[in-house]
């Protein structure tokens, strides 16, 4: 079956844009989450929906950064006034939604700021 | 705050040799730990899902260990094969199922 999907899997912006990040889970996964991966780095957890809410977005960096997932389903991560050091891997991840279930990660969106 | 730690950060052997990644966790509360695979440029791929009732799990030629006490994983690969060179993650998965993630172990497997 398809597997997690990102749209689109390299943006390049300049300082101070708004960008939008676009997350399909798998069909029927009901958890998705979001983390960043700088280079050398492991993923850092920013936000986790449970169904259309936010359960945990205690990794959110800012203000800046802000993410929805409106029906349960595909999810878009928004950074306003993008800076240089926003620039990473943007990793999404569904899974069932069960307790400690395993997450299948997408490919990832890589963000450049210049 | 929890703090995932792997060693070492580089590993080059010779193709099939056995090999051990490991991984050290500072809070011994997880709930579970996982090991993922991740190639150039691409995402994660789930190896192994260790609950925290649970010892050890193994899939094929990678078997992954759980010490909680000690705060401690493993990832052991049998006769490793040029196809397993990638950087290996491991993970700890906390109360909200958000996961804390190591900077990873880069093997190269060399034939």
């Known amino acids: 079956g398809a597997g997690v999907s990102q749209t689109p899997s390299n943006k390049v912006t300049e300082k101070g844009k708004y960008v939008e990040l676009r997350c399909d889970p798998i069909s029927g996964h009901t958890a998705l989450y979001w983390y960043r991966q700088s280079l050398g780095q492991g993923p850092e957890f920013l936000i986790y929906?449970?169904?259309?809410?936010?359960?945990?977005d205690s990794g959110l960096p800012n203000d800046r950064f802000f993410a929805v997932r409106p029906e349960g389903s595909v999810s878009t991560l928004k950074i306003q006034r993008t800076e240089r050091g926003d620039s990473a891997v943007y990793l999404c991840?569904?899974?069932?939604?069960?307790?400690?279930?395993?997450?299948?990660f997408g490919p990832g969106t890589r963000l450049t700021v210049l | 705050k929890q703090e995932v730690t792997q060693i070492p950060a580089a590993l080059s052997v010779p193709e099939g040799e056995n090999l051990v990644l490991n991984c050290s966790f500072t809070d011994s509360a997880i709930y579970n730990l996982q090991w993922f695979r991740q190639d150039p440029g691409k995402g994660l791929t789930s190896l192994l899902l260790i609950q925290s009732s649970q010892r050890e799990q193994t899939s094929g030629r990678l078997n992954a260990s759980l010490d909680k006490s000690s705060g401690r994983s493993t990832l052991y690969i049998a006769a490793s094969q040029p196809g397993d060179s990638a950087t290996y993650l491991c993970a700890s998965g906390g109360a909200t199922n958000k996961l804390i993630f190591g900077t990873g172990t880069l093997l190269a497997v060399q034939p």
């Open positions: 991840a569904s899974s069932l939604g069960l307790y400690g279930d395993t997450q299948y």
């Open positions: 929906f449970q169904g259309t809410g936010a359960a945990d």
